[in-house]
């Protein structure tokens, strides 16, 4: 990544050309003497490490055209009498009012005061200074330009900062919303956003910009985010030992260049990793004060990432734990859970399901029959067909698992899959009787997985159906125990051989490993 930004000097690109970064000055006469003289008395000027740039205009016309063409000048020296008597003037109002430039600096200089009174003026129109052209010795003209374009600076830099401020307040939201994606797009931004800020503008004069952004595991710094400039590997672990020592030991080695910027990630007063920043010039103390605040901001955003995964790890510690728990419960299942999560999540895929919706359907799947820890061993594992009264009793781990999982809400959908995947299409299913076109579509996609599993597999009731017989079977049934467009999916996804896996294992009695998807 390189971005064109601020620099401090003012180098050529080749013999006879301009400088790269000058400060521009408007100069609006129509006497011709004027300008040249106004050049000449300011041929050798220079401000912060800038030269001039001369823009010239005869007319208030002339000069409306180059300020519609240059948005960057500095300042402008304006006569007030040339076309009209008060050209100069409604060229003012013109800057201010009807071009909303209030940063260009605006001085009035004129040869026939009488005609524009100074109080008169000063009065009326928004400018910075008053001159007669006959006090404008070079002396004062140098003085009264070194205080326009010091004025010009100042002003853009506290405006450089308001937007670097918004920036970053505009930048807080997006990251916080990386946090639900991925770590690798969250440092990415991180790193982006951080370079930016230095690029607020065209008026910025960093000429490039490498970065990176590392988190700390111990002594040991891990690389999350890096900008093409710092890609030779050499120079690379140099700089992350460097930033490493730094941050953890206060130390900072020669290795680093004297203008680098090292902010450190804390969170809960302990530094979790860094921000190197490394321009080809200097940065302001403005530039270096809105670093801080972006990392900072980071550093909060990092740890809202860390408490989010360790959330997600706990919950799917939970599902795995309880799922175990219902496997343990009843044996004769062996590998189903696995096999439920890899057909619900293959289903889903097939519906056009998002892929982080699309997980969510598998985890919640998995805890289907998680009732089941509260049904009696004898009826769980009966070699033989249930009598009505064992199948009604079978019938409550739907209820069970529904109040099971109803004590934290991060289980609301598996609470639906426990509690509705015996439920049918016609509505003679159990436990309420209602039609599944109602349920959730997870719940929906796991009655058939369920029933396919079951179908292929063998049971202490029964012997495993061919998998031919099996995918028939839940065709046959498609409108009347499931959702049409849910078979359709689980037979486009069958006929695919997106199943052949899973398959093979449950024949040869495997446990089964889920291919990876595409």
């Known amino acids: ?20 970064h000058t400060w521009k000055v408007l100069v609006v006469d129509d006497e011709p003497d004027i300008i040249a003289l106004t050049r000449l008395s300011l041929c050798d000027f220079s401000f912060d490490g800038r030269e001039l740039e001369f823009l010239e205009a005869t007319s208030a016309y002339e000069a ?50 009488g005609v524009a009174p100074e109080r008169f003026v000063i009065d009326n129109f928004d400018i910075d200074d008053y001159k007669d052209k006959t ?52 440092f990415s931004g991180v790193l982006t956003q951080v370079i930016g800020l230095c690029n607020l503008d065209e008026s910025s004069f960093i000429e490039t910009l490498d970065g990176m952004v590392a988190t700390f595991e111990g002594e040991e710094a891990t690389i999350q985010a890096v900008t093409g400039g710092l890609s030779d590997k050499a120079r690379f672990e140099a700089i992350r030992q460097a930033c490493t020592d730094l941050i953890l030991h206060g130390k900072r080695p020669a290795t680093l260049r004297a203008d680098a910027v090292v902010v450190p990630l804390v969170a809960e007063a302990k530094a979790v990793g860094f921000v190197y920043v490394e321009p080809r010039g200097r940065l302001s103390d403005s530039d270096r004060k809105l670093i801080e605040v972006m990392a900072q901001q980071c550093a909060s955003a990092l740890e809202n ?79 033989g067909k249930l009598t009505p009264e064992e199948y009604a009793i079978m019938q409550r781990h739907t209820r069970i698992g529904a109040r099971i999982l109803d004590h934290h809400g991060s289980f609301a959908l598996a609470k639906e899959v426990a509690y509705g995947h015996h439920e049918r299409w016609d509505g003679k299913g159990y436990p309420e009787g209602v039609s599944s076109r109602d349920l959730h579509l997870v719940t929906r996609i796991t009655a058939v997985a369920d029933v396919f599993d079951a179908l292929i597999s063998h049971r202490p009731y029964k012997e495993a159906w061919s998998v031919e017989l099996a995918v028939a079977e839940i065709e046959r049934c498609a409108g009347s125990a499931f959702d049409p467009t849910v078979v359709s999916a689980f037979i486009k996804v069958y006929r695919r051989g997106e199943l052949d896996a899973l398959v093979k294992s449950v024949q040869r009695g495997e446990d089964f490993l889920p291919p990876t998807p595409g």
């Open 305 to 383: 990432l860390r408490l989010q995964f360790n959330l997600h790890e706990a919950y799917d510690s939970a599902i795995d734990m309880l799922a175990e728990v219902a496997e343990f419960k009843d044996k004769t299942t062996g590998d189903h859970i696995n096999h439920i999560d890899y057909l619900t999540r293959a289903i889903a895929r097939e519906l056009g399901v998002s892929p982080e919706e699309t997980d969510a359907y598998g985890k919640a799947s998995r805890l289907h029959d998680v009732g089941k820890v509260g049904i009696d061993d004898q009826i769980l594992r009966k070699p």
């Open 64 to 113: 409306k055209a180059i300020l519609k063409e240059h948005h960057d000048i500095a300042m402008a020296l304006i006569d007030v009498v040339m076309e009209t008597e008060d050209a100069g003037l409604r060229l003012v109002e013109h800057i201010r009012k009807d071009m909303g430039n209030a940063m260009i600096r605006l001085v009035i200089r004129t040869g026939q005061p």
């Open 1 to 20: 990544m390189r971005l064109v930004a601020r620099k401090t000097e003012a180098p050529t690109d080749g013999a006879g050309s301009k400088p790269r």
């Open 135 to 186: 006090e404008l010795t070079a002396t004062r003209l140098y003085t009264t330009v070194r205080s326009a374009l010091k004025a010009y600076r100042d002003l853009r830099a506290i405006e450089l900062n308001r937007l670097g401020l918004e920036r970053v307040l505009g930048t807080v939201p997006n990251l916080y919303r990386t946090v639900h994606t991925s770590l690798q797009r969250f």
